[in-house]
């Protein structure tokens, strides 16, 4: 199977890809290799808000989140009653639809084409 970046990279032909569509075409392959589905048995991550900071919720079993804010470096343990504690969404789940999106232009792109 001949994937998008494989073309880019093997095409011998005069027109060449520019050095855009060659970065384009590493942006996707760092993309598909960062936003694979997690192995069997990896702990859900959710995206989340603590208290006013954003960040990501790791389910821990049996006790609960382990809440790290954006940029931090310490975790903090959530409980699962924590009414503070906001699940936004799957982070797998959503880093893949992101990386879809920009595949094909970024959300403009996706507007206006319909």
Known sequence: MNSLAETFYTDKSPDYPTAAAAQACADYLADRQRHTPPAPG??????ATYHDLEGVATLLNGT???FRAEGALEAQLVSYKDRDLVLLGRKDLADAQRAADEFVGGFAAICCGR
């Open 42 to 47: 990896a702990p859900v991550q959710h995206y």
């Open 64 to 66: 609960g989140y382990l």
